[in-house]
């Protein structure tokens, strides 16, 4: 998750861990949703963010962010509050049997990758450790989010190996979780899971995107954050497609899958992630109610909750859609403020794209950012 988003500043819990697990506790089981094919629904929870009810019924997956890796190379939770709420989310198996539980180890800001992944014995180490964490919370697999190989933006050690080695560590990893599967009598189909959180451009460039993905069961694409507080624009931070007004360079979900798709990696591992929050830039300049313009600063994120509940049609913003891009924004043209952000509308057009090109599901950041399922019932009718 890039810069500026909710993902990468630490939060507070907001409700206590007793109250969260009673939620988890009194759901009411509900026989789990039918997906066409191998479609999943992928939801990205935190451990700082858990949210007061889960319909387990309309996920097939949880990604619990985030596991990162301590001074020795060794995965572990650093917050104690952590372990409680992965307990939670493993418990709601008891609503959908189908449900699985991966332990995402990384997001924006977390170090430690490139030390880890730079030996053989480094490799053994942080595959062995993140097996063992994975075991002990009874999770069902492994998701790395690395922002990013061969890349320092986010203020993490890099180096120019990490391309070769980034998939050498998803070998050692994918030979562990199989070995752990066999000792433990798990069937092919039902295997301990590898994925990543992928981007694309110059993520490209620095990883063996067209080797590493035999080692994975599918690749989450953060088809999100292409606009934000590094960019010099305002625009769709997560647009399907490209605007009227896009420059040629600017980034989009459809063309972020079609350079996945071109390194040889079948349609079936690809999930498109979707976002379920904003970012706002104010001091835009007020051509095309501020799309693709300059700004004096970036304003914040918003999750879609507060847009629903503050923002959308108040407060001097109004609703605009970008029916090229599949994108709504926010305009106030008396403050001058922009907000991109996704929502139902465009939400429904991303499932329908990841649906009628037989990708491998859709992925959203995260769950607790939703509005009474707002989102995720758009993903989910979309589907039937």
Same mark, same amino acid.
């Given at each position: 998750?890039?810069?500026g988003?909710?993902?990468?500043?630490?939060?507070?819990?907001?409700?206590?861990?007793?109250?969260?697990?009673?939620? &988890?506790?009194?759901?009411?089981?509900?026989?789990?949703?039918?997906?066409?094919?191998? &479609?999943?629904?992928?939801?990205?929870?935190?451990g700082?963010s858990?949210? =007061?009810?889960?319909?387990?019924?309309?996920?097939?997956?949880?990604?619990?962010?985030?596991a990162?890796?301590?001074?020795?190379?060794?995965?572990?939770?650093?917050?104690?509050?952590?372990?409680?709420?992965?307990?939670?989310?493993?418990?709601?198996?008891?609503?959908?049997?189908?449900?699985?539980?991966?332990?995402?180890?990384g997001?924006?800001?977390?170090?430690?990758?490139?030390?880890?992944?730079?030996?053989?014995?480094?490799?053994?180490?942080?595959?062995?450790?993140? *097996?063992?964490?994975?075991?002990?919370?009874?999770?069902?697999? *492994?998701?790395?989010?690395?922002?990013?190989?061969?890349?320092?933006?986010?203020?993490?050690? +890099?180096?120019?190996e990490?391309?070769?080695?980034f998939?050498?560590?998803?070998k050692a990893?994918?030979?562990?979780?199989?070995?752990?599967?066999?000792?433990?009598?798990?069937? =092919?189909?039902? !295997? +301990?899971?590898?994925?990543?959180? #992928?981007?694309? !451009?110059?993520?490209?460039?620095?990883?063996?995107?067209?080797?590493?993905h035999?080692?994975?069961?599918?690749?989450?694409?953060?088809?999100?954050?292409?606009?934000n #507080?590094?960019?010099p624009?305002?625009?769709h @931070?997560?647009?399907?497609?490209?605007?009227?007004?896009?420059?040629?360079?600017?980034?989009?979900?459809?063309?972020?899958?079609?350079?996945?798709?071109?390194?040889?990696?079948?349609r079936?591992?690809?999930?498109?992630?979707?976002?379920?929050?904003?970012?706002? &830039?104010?001091?835009?300049?007020?051509r @095309?109610?501020?799309?693709?313009?300059? +700004?004096?600063? +970036?304003?914040?994120?918003?999750?879609?909750r507060?847009?629903?509940?503050?923002?959308?049609?108040?407060q001097?913003f109004?609703?605009?859609?970008?029916?090229?891009?599949?994108?709504?924004?926010?305009?106030?043209a008396?403050a001058?403020? &922009? *907000?991109?952000?996704d929502?139902?509308?465009?939400?429904?057009?991303?499932?329908?794209y990841?649906?009628?090109?037989?990708?491998?599901?859709i992925?959203?950041?995260?769950? #607790?950012?939703d509005?009474?399922?707002?989102?995720?019932?758009a993903?989910?009718? #979309?589907?039937?």
């Amino acid at each position: 998750m890039r810069p500026g988003t909710i993902a990468g500043v630490r939060q507070a819990i907001g409700l206590s861990l007793a109250g969260v697990l009673a939620c &988890f506790a009194g759901a009411t089981a509900v026989a789990p949703a039918e997906t066409p094919g191998h &479609f999943r629904v992928i939801a990205y929870v935190a451990g700082w963010s858990p949210p =007061p009810v889960i319909h387990a019924e309309k996920l097939t997956h949880i990604n619990f962010a985030f596991a990162r890796i301590d001074g020795d190379g060794k995965v572990e939770f650093k917050d104690p509050a952590f372990a409680p709420v992965l307990k939670s989310l493993v418990a709601l198996k008891q609503q959908n049997p189908r449900l699985k539980v991966l332990i995402s180890v990384g997001g924006w800001e977390a170090d430690g990758f490139s030390d880890a992944a730079l030996t053989d014995a480094s490799r053994k180490a942080f595959a062995q450790s993140a *097996i063992d964490l994975m075991r002990q919370h009874r999770a069902d697999g *492994i998701d790395l989010d690395w922002e990013y190989p061969g890349q320092g933006v986010a203020g993490i050690k +890099y180096r120019p190996e990490d391309k070769q080695n980034f998939t050498r560590l998803l070998k050692a990893m994918r030979e562990q979780l199989d070995a752990a599967s066999a000792t433990e009598g798990r069937p =092919p189909r039902d !295997r +301990y899971l590898l994925t990543i959180a #992928s981007a694309d !451009r110059e993520y490209f460039d620095h990883t063996e995107m067209d080797r590493l993905h035999a080692h994975l069961d599918w690749i989450n694409v953060m088809a999100y954050d292409f606009f934000n #507080s590094l960019t010099p624009t305002t625009g769709h @931070h997560a647009g399907l497609y490209a605007s009227e007004h896009a420059a040629p360079t600017d980034r989009n979900a459809d063309a972020s899958i079609r350079q996945h798709l071109a390194a040889g990696i079948p349609r079936e591992k690809l999930v498109l992630g979707v976002a379920f929050y904003g970012r706002g &830039f104010a001091g835009v300049d007020a051509r @095309h109610d501020g799309l693709h313009q300059s +700004y004096q600063r +970036y304003q914040g994120d918003h999750s879609y909750r507060e847009l629903v509940e503050k923002l959308i049609d108040e407060q001097g913003f109004v609703r605009r859609w970008d029916d090229r891009a599949k994108a709504p924004f926010l305009w106030n043209a008396e403050a001058n403020t &922009f *907000i991109t952000y996704d929502d139902p509308e465009s939400i429904r057009a991303k499932s329908r794209y990841a649906r009628d090109r037989r990708l491998g599901g859709i992925m959203f950041w995260e769950l #607790s950012q939703d509005r009474d399922d707002e989102l995720l019932d758009a993903i989910v009718t #979309s589907l039937e």
